[in-house]
């Protein structure tokens, strides 16, 4: 279980959702066949990324906090869960609001094709939208696991922590300690005094 919850699992999870919810917005979500005697109007055809603008947008930054994951602090992977969360349900809300209500979601698109605010036309949707929706379950699920596992996750030393710079081993060849002595010198620290 531990390895299952570890940041590089997450991360991944959290990716996996963000590429399903992109590619989902790629994909056609709604079809509109224009009811018109007098014009013929080809079938309009909405993609996710028209239907819901946010869903790329949001997936994006998904997308970038997953992978932040892997180097962030303590106190930025709340920050990064917090944003996957609210990402999640930004997903949630407009796949749903895509399979609620098709006619909204492309009333845009209609309006600018057939130059009328009201239209009567047959509304087809796909299984895109319930697509994206699973991809913001997931983000929000992942989101949710790092809340509750990122206390358990190690934090990561830097080679520029004085800390690190003070348990260094003594290198042996002369080389790397002269590499060492600069690196002490880098740390504020006298390399000649004889002191780590």
């Not at 710079?165 to 390399?191: C, F, H, M, Y």
Request: overall charge positive; aromatic content about 6%; some cysteine.
């Amino acid at each position: 279980m531990k390895k299952l919850t570890s940041a590089r699992n997450l991360a991944f999870f959290g990716m996996i959702g963000a590429l399903i919810g992109l590619w989902s917005a790629t994909r056609t979500w709604i079809t509109v066949d224009v009811v018109s005697s007098s014009v013929q109007i080809p079938q309009i055809v909405i993609d996710g990324a028209t239907a819901a603008a946010s869903v790329t947008a949001v997936c994006v930054v998904v997308l970038a906090g997953s992978l932040a994951l892997l180097i962030a602090g303590k106190l930025a992977r709340y920050i990064i869960a917090a944003i996957c969360l609210l990402a999640g349900a930004t997903v949630i809300v407009a796949g749903i609001g895509a399979l609620k209500d098709p006619q909204a979601a492309a009333s845009t698109v209609v309006a600018e094709a057939t130059g009328l605010a009201q239209n009567a036309g047959e509304y087809t949707l796909t299984v895109w939208p319930a697509l994206a929706v699973l991809a913001g379950v997931l983000i929000a699920l992942q989101a949710v696991l790092v809340f509750i596992f990122a206390s358990r996750w190690p934090t990561k030393a830097s080679k520029y922590d004085r800390q690190a710079a003070k348990t260094a081993v003594e290198p042996k060849d002369a080389s790397s300690r002269n590499i060492a002595n600069w690196e002490q010198l880098s740390a504020g620290e006298d390399p000649t005094s004889g002191e780590k």
